[in-house]
C-alpha cells in the first residue's frame, strides 16, 4: 500500500469508476434528449411606459429602513430601475441558495450565478440580442466612431454612494491607463489596434470614442469581455470602478509614500497587489459593487456566501426589489466527486457548475430522494470536443508537411465514428459536428456545413491519403512517411480531470484510425506542462472544446490562432503574427489570412455585413478543417443542471455559454422558494 | 539519557534545515511556476494573459529572481513567523494552513490511536490462539484490510452513508456548524464525523500492525524465558503481557517516526474522496497550481513531523526497551 504512488492509485480509481460509468450508461442512453427542454427565460423591460412606479423590498430591509439605517427603497433604487420580467411569475422574498464550489480558483462560479451580471449591456435569454442593462442605453454617433452610454438616474453603489460617469473617467484614467495596474491595454478598448478613450459627458453620460468606426462594441460590452463589469476588476479591467473607494490604494490620490505604509502594513507585496485585491468582487467584501448580491465571506474561506445589496437596481414587473432569494452560500468541495456527489444527495438548490454528464444516471435516479429535477442545457457551440492541427509545428518536417496538406487533414476528420462516441461518452446527447455552431446561431453559413467533413466515410478517406502520397504501408496496415523514415506516427496531446474526458475519447479516435491506416498516439499530460509545449510549438495535434465559440467576434480563441496560453494550439506562431499585426511570427497560409481578415474586419462594419463576415469565417473552417470537429451541441460543459422542485421561474432549457456567464443568462435573481 | 536525548534533537534540527532546502528545491522541479499555472486558468475560461501581464506578475511575486534568492526571502520571513503569502488563496500561508492544521492532527491521532486499540489486542490473540478460528478470521479479514486500496472504501462508505442513513456527504462538519465559533455543539458535531474518515485511515495501518504483532509475539512464545514464567506457576495473562508482549512491542514504538507523515501525505486521495478539510488536499491543490510558500510550508510541515516522530520513538524505545539503554550509554 505504502510503496503505491499516488498516480497508479487515482489510475485504478479512474478505472474503476470508468466501468461503473460504462455499465450506468447504457441503461440512460435513451432518455437524455428527453432532458433537454425549450429554450426560455426572463426578459428585460425597456419601455419606461411600463416600469412599476412604486418599489417594495425584502421584510429585513423594510425593517432597517424602519430603524433609519437605510434610506427609502424608492431613494435607493433611483429614477430609472432596470426592470426584469421574471419567466413565469412574481415571486416572493426570502431563503438561502446553496451550491458549491472548488476554491479560489473558481471566481467564475459565483461571477455566473449572482454577478446580476453587472455588464453595461447583457444579451436576452436567447443569447443573440443585445439589451440595456446597467446602462440604460446606447447611442451611435459619428458613424460608430462613438457612443454615448446613458446611465441610469439616481443609481447607487452597494454602500449608498452614487454611481455615475465618474467611476468611467476614474477607471479608465487611472486604472486602465495606469502600466502598473494594466501592463497591457485590451484589444476590446481597441479597433483595428488602435485605442479608444473613455470620457465623461454629464453626471449620468459617458462617451467611448475611437479612431474608427466600432459597430461591435455593444457585444463586446455585453461579452464576457474587458469592458464587461467588475467580474473582470480582478485584473483592472472593467469599465467603471468605484471611484470613491478606490482612491485611498491609489498612489495619485495619497501620494506614493503614504501607499507604501499603507501596503506593508496590510502585509501586501507591492501596491499593484493590495489594490487588484480591493478591487476584487470575490475577494474583498468592503468594495461596493452594482451587482444584485455581493461578496459577505470571501471565496478564499471555506464557505463564499453572498448577500443581497440594498442598492440593488434590479426590480420584477411588480416593482419589487430583486433579488428574491436572501444570501447565497456556495460551500468549498475539496474535489470533483465529493461536489457531484452532495448534488445527488440533494444538498444543493441549484447546481449546474462542475456536474459530470457521465453520472447522468445516477443524477437521475435520486430525483425523487434528493427533491430535484434534472434538466439539460446542450451548448450552441459546435464543439464539445474538437481536435486543432498545429499548423506550424516544425520539429518533424514531414508531420507538418501533412499538418499543411488540407486532404489529410479532412481524411482524418473523416475516420472518426461520432456516434459511437456521442453514444458512449455523450449518452446519446450531444450531435456529431464540424466546427461550426447551432443552426440557429446568425453566424451559422448553412445547414450542408453541419456534416461538411464531419461524417464517417473509410472508404473516402483511405482514398484521400493513397492520392496525397501516403497509399504505402507497413505489415500492419499503417501507412509509411514519404521520406522513408518508418512509419507515420501522429501524437495528440490531452489533459485529464476536465469536463469531457479527452484522454479516454481519443483513445477510441486511436482504434478508430487504425481502419485509415493512422497510428495516432495518445499522450495525456497535465495543464502547466500542456502550455508550456503549446508556447514552444512542440504539439501536434491538441484535444479541447470550442466553447464560447457561439460568440464568434467576443470568443474567438478557438476559431483560429488567437492567443498563445493555450492548452490546445493551431499555431503559436500565427497567433504573433495575429496580434503584431504582421511585425512577429509568421505569416498564415492564404485561407488562414482570409478568414482572420474577415474576422478582423467584422468590428468596423454595420451588423448586416458583419454576419456575413461571420459566416464566411465559419465556412472557411469548415471547409478547411483546422480544426476537427468531433461531437457538438452537447451538455458536456456545464450543461447537467440540478435544481430543486420548490424552486420558481427555473427555465426547462437555458442558452448555454461563458459569454452569457450561464446561468446569469436567465436572471437568477428572479429565482425564488414557493415554499 | 539526557545527553542521548539532546543529541538527537541537534540532529532533529539539522534535519529540519536540510529538509526546508530540499522541500523548496523540489517545488521549483515542474515545469512553469504559479504564473504559468495561472494563465493557463485564465485561458480555460477565456481570458487573455499577454507576456508582458505574465511578466509583470511574475515581478509582483518575486518569481524572476534566482532560487537561493526566493529561499533566503523565505527562511527570513519564517524567522518573523510569517511562512509567506499563498498565491492562490491570497492569504499569509499560516493563516491557510491555520484549522486545517489541527484537523489533520486530530484525524490522524485518532486513526492512529484507532490502530493501536485494535491492532494489540487482536495480534496478541491471533499469536497465542494460533490456527484457531479467530486467528483465521483475524488474518482474512486482516488481508483484506490490507489489499482494499483505502480511498475505494472511502468511496463505498461515502455511498453508503448516503444511501442507507442519509448521512452528510463529505467534510467533518455538518454545513450548519461550518463556519460557526467553536463551542461543544461544535466539538461533537466533529466527533459525530470522525469515526469513518479514522476508520477508513487506520485500517491498513491496522492489518499491517495486526500481523507483524502476530509474528513478533509467535517468535517470542516459544523462548526459554516464557517456558521459565509458566513454569514458575505465574497466572497465563500475567506471563503474556508482562514479557513477550513487551518484546513484541519495538516495532510499534519505531513506527511512530513514520506513521505521522503517512497519515498526513498517505491520506491525500482518501481526504479528497472524504472531502475532509484538512492538509492534505491542500498539499495536492498547492503543488498542482505551483502555489509555492504554501507547498513549501506544508512539505516542511510534513518533514518536521517526520522528525518529532522519530524523535519520539527513539524516547519511546529507550524507554521501553532498556537494552537499547544499555547499549546506547
Redesign the interface.
Known amino acids: 500500500m505504502q510503496t503505491r504512488t499516488l498516480r497508479s492509485k487515482l489510475t485504478i480509481g479512474l478505472t474503476i469508476a470508468a466501468l461503473i460509468g460504462f455499465a450506468v450508461a447504457a441503461v440512460a442512453q435513451n432518455t437524455g434528449k428527453s432532458l433537454i427542454g425549450k429554450l426560455e427565460g426572463p426578459e428585460v423591460v425597456t419601455d419606461a411606459a411600463k416600469a412599476p412606479k412604486t418599489f417594495k423590498e425584502a421584510p429585513q430591509l423594510a425593517e432597517l429602513v424602519k430603524q433609519g439605517k437605510l434610506p427609502a427603497v424608492a431613494e435607493r433604487i433611483g429614477q430609472d430601475p432596470l426592470v426584469i420580467k421574471p419567466l413565469n411569475e412574481v415571486g416572493r422574498y426570502g431563503g438561502t441558495w446553496r451550491g458549491g464550489f472548488t476554491g479560489p480558483a473558481d471566481f467564475w462560479n459565483g461571477f455566473r450565478c449572482c454577478q446580476g451580471p453587472d455588464h453595461l449591456m447583457f444579451w436576452d435569454y436567447t443569447g443573440d440580442r443585445v439589451m440595456p442593462n446597467i446602462a440604460k442605453g446606447l447611442e451611435m454617433q459619428d458613424g460608430g466612431r462613438a457612443w454615448l452610454v446613458h446611465l441610469r438616474r439616481g443609481m447607487k453603489w452597494s454602500d449608498g454612494k452614487p454611481f455615475t460617469a465618474d467611476d468611467f473617467a476614474f477607471w479608465f484614467e487611472d486604472i486602465y491607463r495606469n502600466k502598473d495596474l494594466v501592463p497591457t491595454p485590451s484589444a476590446q478598448m481597441a479597433i483595428n489596434g488602435k485605442q479608444g478613450v473613455i470620457e465623461k459627458v454629464d453626471t449620468n453620460t459617458v462617451r467611448f470614442k475611437f479612431p474608427e468606426p466600432y459597430f461591435m462594441l455593444p457585444d463586446v460590452l455585453a461579452g464576457s469581455t474587458d469592458l464587461a463589469g467588475q467580474g473582470f476588476a480582478y485584473r483592472g479591467m472593467g469599465g467603471f470602478a468605484p471611484a470613491h473607494y478606490l482612491k485611498q490604494f491609489h498612489p495619485k490620490y495619497v501620494g506614493q509614500a503614504e501607499l507604501d505604509k499603507k501596503t506593508k502594513e496590510a502585509k501586501f507585496d507591492s501596491w499593484v497587489r493590495m489594490f487588484l485585491f480591493k478591487n476584487d468582487w470575490a475577494l474583498n467584501p468592503e468594495l461596493p459593487v452594482l451587482s444584485p448580491w455581493k461578496t459577505a465571506t470571501p471565496i478564499n474561506t471555506p464557505t463564499w456566501t453572498l448577500e443581497r445589496n440594498p442598492y440593488s437596481v434590479f426590480v420584477d414587473t411588480a416593482g419589487n426589489q430583486l433579488p428574491y432569494i436572501d444570501r447565497v452560500v456556495l460551500t468549498l468541495a475539496e474535489n470533483l466527486e465529493v461536489l457531484n456527489l452532495r448534488a445527488i444527495a440533494g444538498e444543493y438548490d441549484f447546481q449546474q457548475r462542475h456536474l459530470d454528464l457521465g453520472k447522468l444516471p445516477v443524477f437521475l435516479e435520486n430525483q425523487a430522494k434528493g427533491n430535484y429535477k434534472v434538466y439539460l442545457d446542450p451548448g450552441d457551440y459546435g464543439g464539445d470536443m474538437i481536435i486543432k492541427f498545429n499548423l506550424n509545428y516544425d520539429a518533424d518536417p514531414e508531420i507538418a508537411k501533412w499538418y499543411n496538406t488540407a486532404d489529410f487533414r479532412r481524411a482524418l476528420a473523416l475516420g472518426i465514428d461520432r456516434d459511437q462516441i456521442n453514444e458512449t461518452f455523450w449518452l446519446g446527447t450531444g450531435t456529431p459536428s464540424s466546427v461550426v455552431p447551432a443552426d440557429n446561431n446568425k453566424y451559422n453559413p448553412g445547414p450542408q456545413y453541419r456534416k461538411m467533413w464531419a461524417t464517417l466515410d473509410v472508404k473516402k478517406a483511405n482514398e484521400m491519403l493513397d492520392k496525397i502520397g501516403l497509399a504505402k504501408k507497413d505489415a500492419e496496415g499503417y501507412r509509411l512517411r514519404s521520406d522513408g523514415k518508418g512509419r507515420l506516427r501522429i501524437e495528440i496531446m490531452t489533459l485529464g480531470g476536465q469536463f469531457v474526458q479527452f484522454t479516454q475519447i481519443a483513445e477510441m479516435i486511436r482504434e478508430q484510425w487504425k481502419k485509415i491506416g493512422i497510428d495516432l498516439v495518445v499522450q495525456e499530460v497535465e495543464r502547466s506542462l500542456a502550455l508550456k509545449r503549446t508556447a514552444a510549438n512542440e504539439q501536434q495535434l491538441g484535444a479541447w472544446n470550442n466553447d464560447g465559440s457561439e460568440h464568434l467576434f467576443t470568443f474567438p480563441l478557438h476559431v483560429f490562432p488567437f492567443e498563445l496560453a493555450a492548452v490546445a494550439s493551431s499555431g503559436p506562431l500565427y497567433v504573433k503574427w495575429f496580434l503584431s499585426a504582421g511585425a512577429q511570427g509568421k505569416e498564415p497560409e492564404p485561407r488562414m489570412r482570409e478568414l482572420m481578415d474577415k474576422w478582423k474586419k467584422a468590428f468596423g462594419v454595420p451588423e448586416k455585413e458583419r454576419i456575413q463576415l461571420g459566416k464566411d469565417v465559419w465556412k472557411i473552417a469548415a471547409e478547411e478543417v483546422y480544426i476537427i470537429g468531433v461531437i457538438g451541441m452537447g451538455p458536456a460543459s456545464m450543461g447537467v443542471r440540478v435544481v430543486k422542485n420548490n424552486m420558481g421561474n427555473i427555465p426547462s432549457r437555458q442558452y448555454n455559454s461563458p459569454d452569457g456567464k450561464t446561468p446569469g443568462i436567465s436572471r437568477p435573481i428572479t429565482f425564488y422558494w414557493k415554499n | 539519557m539526557l545527553a542521548y536525548i539532546g543529541r538527537r534533537a541537534l540532529l532533529a534540527v539539522f534535519t529540519v534545515w536540510a529538509i526546508s532546502m530540499l522541500a523548496f528545491a523540489i517545488i521549483q522541479l515542474?515545469?512553469?511556476d504559479y504564473v504559468?499555472?495561472y494563465?493557463?486558468?485564465?485561458?480555460?475560461?477565456?481570458?487573455?494573459?499577454?507576456?508582458?501581464?505574465a511578466?509583470?506578475l511574475r515581478i509582483?511575486?518575486?518569481l524572476g529572481q534566482p532560487i537561493y534568492v526566493q529561499y533566503w526571502k523565505w527562511m527570513k520571513q519564517i524567522g518573523d513567523g510569517?511562512f509567506g503569502?499563498s498565491m492562490?488563496?491570497?492569504?499569509?500561508v499560516t493563516e491557510?494552513i491555520g484549522e486545517r492544521l489541527w484537523l489533520t492532527v486530530v484525524v490522524a491521532v485518532s486513526a492512529l490511536l484507532l490502530t493501536w486499540v485494535l491492532a494489540l489486542p487482536i495480534g496478541i490473540y491471533s499469536a497465542v490462539r494460533q490456527y484457531s478460528i479467530g486467528d483465521y478470521t483475524a488474518t482474512f479479514v486482516g488481508f483484506i484490510g490490507?489489499a482494499v486500496?483505502?480511498?475505494?472504501l472511502a468511496?463505498v462508505l461515502?455511498?453508503l452513508g448516503?444511501t442507507m442513513f442519509n448521512a452528510?456527504?463529505?467534510g467533518l462538519f455538518s454545513?450548519e456548524l461550518?463556519?460557526a465559533p467553536w463551542s461543544w455543539a461544535r466539538v461533537w458535531d466533529l466527533l459525530k464525523h470522525l469515526p469513518i474518515p479514522a476508520l477508513i485511515l487506520g485500517l491498513?495501518g491496522t492489518a499491517q500492525q495486526i500481523r507483524i504483532m502476530r509474528a513478533n509475539l509467535l517468535d517470542e512464545l516459544g523462548k526459554p524465558y516464557v517456558v521459565t514464567a509458566r513454569s514458575k506457576g505465574l497466572p497465563e495473562t500475567r506471563v503474556i503481557v508482562k514479557y513477550p508482549v513487551r518484546m513484541a512491542l519495538n516495532p510499534f514504538a519505531s513506527t511512530i517516526g513514520y506513521t505521522l507523515p503517512?497519515i498526513v501525505s498517505?491520506s491525500?486521495?482518501v481526504?479528497?474522496?472524504?472531502?475532509?478539510?484538512t492538509v492534505g488536499?491542500l498539499l495536492l491543490?498547492a503543488l498542482?497550481?505551483?502555489d509555492m510558500f504554501l507547498a513549501g510550508t506544508i512539505v516542511l510541515l510534513l518533514g518536521i513531523m517526520t522528525v518529532i516522530g522519530t524523535l519520539i520513538s527513539d524516547i519511546v524505545l529507550v524507554w521501553i526497551d532498556p537494552r537499547i539503554r544499555l547499549e546506547d550509554t
Open positions: 515542474p515545469p512553469g504559468t499555472s494563465i493557463a486558468q485564465m485561458a480555460s475560461m477565456g481570458s487573455v494573459v499577454t507576456d508582458e501581464e511578466q509583470n509582483q511575486y518575486g510569517n503569502f492562490e488563496w491570497r492569504r499569509p491557510v490490507l486500496p483505502n480511498f475505494l468511496l461515502l455511498y448516503f452528510h456527504i463529505g454545513p461550518q463556519d491498513a503517512y498517505g491525500i486521495i481526504s479528497l474522496v472524504l472531502g475532509l478539510p488536499p491543490r498542482i497550481s505551483q
